[in-house]
């Protein structure tokens, strides 16, 4: 019964396209929001001291829904940065720098590793700051990545499962694990959007929140029946 | 003998000096009872006007508390029943000030978190066209 209250509640979200990746959508907007119609409610009603501590409490809740939008905007972006690092090291791998140039290559992995670590730990600054330390080492491999036919993510051939997903930002149909699993390259079972939450949920903004996801998020698709996964989409 | 008398009027002179010197009271202002009266009802319908009567309940309700008792002195005692509306006057006027105090300060703070959320909501949407920008 939970896990069916769990799936309607996930279609329902994602059917009205107001998934987490609005921004202002967190408890504590919608908080701020109710205890300033409670605080106007109070005021027009005469009673002055229960309008302002519910005036008080809105405020309160207004600076934590900033902090929520700024880590999450946070997140966001040292997610954009570790992806263009992943990229460029991919870039790297190509023109054999590891052998050219160990050093920085060797550096620049290592930093990516610590980037990433730092992003499962939630330091979204200092995730930012390395991963763009890496893009730094990796300067040489700036305009291939402009030019070349990137270290494109291979595109999925008819058929292919892949193995990542990098979580788009449309705004019409917002991704969501749900929308994802769906897909044929990946389940083609939206109901199975848990086996993709419990691969990734440790690099997820909010681990406990199977619903927020970040645009340029990469997300593990695990096998599920011994099916060969490839590429990303 | 004369010196004596003569000092004595002095003294009287100044003594007389002296009393003459001080203002006599003031007259009091004659206020009948249905001008008191009217007085207290104004009152209250100002403190009414600003909720008094919900915001500073205490103050109100002691206001209210002399605004009946000089009802009830109004047939036995003239003097006293002028005396508890005029007290009562000035109690709706103290709960008045204190009840719009409350108000601005209320609307002060509901203000300043109308304020907080419209800067949350704005850079909300500043961010979520970055974002999509940068898609």
Redesign the interface.
């Known amino acids: 019964m939970k896990k069916f209250a769990g799936v309607f509640l996930l279609t329902l979200v994602c059917a009205a396209g107001v998934f987490a990746?609005?921004?202002?959508d967190n408890e504590f907007?919608k908080k701020?929001?109710e205890?300033?119609r409670l605080?106007?409610q109070?005021?027009e009603?005469?009673?002055?001291?229960a309008?302002?501590d519910y005036?008080?409490k809105?405020?309160e809740n207004?600076?934590l829904?900033?902090n929520y939008?700024d880590e999450m905007?946070a997140a966001?972006r040292a997610r954009?940065a570790l992806n263009a690092a992943r990229a460029r090291i991919g870039l790297a791998d190509r023109y054999n720098m590891k052998t050219r140039n160990p050093d920085v290559y060797n550096s620049a992995t290592a930093l990516y590793k610590k980037a990433e670590g730092e992003f499962t730990a939630r330091d979204y600054a200092q995730s930012l700051a390395d991963a763009r330390q890496v893009l730094e080492l990796l300067k040489e491999f700036e305009a291939a990545a402009g030019t070349a036919a990137p270290a494109p993510a291979p595109t999925p051939t008819p058929g292919q499962r892949i193995s990542r997903y990098v979580v788009?930002?449309?705004?019409a149909l917002r991704d969501c694990l749900w929308r994802i699993a769906g897909f044929d390259f990946v389940y083609g079972d939206s109901t199975k959007w848990r086996f993709i939450y419990d691969e990734n949920k440790s690099s997820f903004p909010q681990p406990e929140n199977p619903e927020l996801i970040v645009?340029g998020q990469v997300l593990k698709i695990p096998s599920l029946s011994g099916e060969a996964r490839s590429g990303e989409r | 003998m004369r010196r004596i008398c003569l000092f004595l009027l002095i003294m009287l002179s100044i003594a007389l000096l002296f009393s003459c010197g001080s203002t006599p009271p003031a007259a009091t202002e004659a206020v009948d009872l249905t001008t008191a009266k009217n007085r207290a009802d104004a009152a209250l319908a100002k403190a009414k006007s600003v909720k008094a009567d919900v915001s500073v309940k205490a103050d109100f309700d002691k206001a209210q508390a002399a605004y009946t008792e000089a009802g009830g002195l109004a047939s036995t005692s003239g003097d006293a029943a002028i005396t508890k509306y005029l007290d009562a006057e000035g109690l709706f006027l103290v709960a008045h000030d204190a009840a719009v105090v409350k108000r601005e300060e209320a609307r002060k703070q509901l203000d300043k978190a109308k304020s907080d959320i419209k800067a949350v909501e704005d850079e909300a949407a500043a961010l979520q066209k970055e974002q999509g920008g940068a898609q």
């Open positions: 990746q609005s921004l202002q907007y701020s929001v205890f300033t605080a106007e109070a005021l009603a005469g009673d002055y001291d309008a302002r005036a008080l809105a405020q207004a600076a829904s900033k939008i905007v966001y954009t788009k930002l449309n705004p645009p």
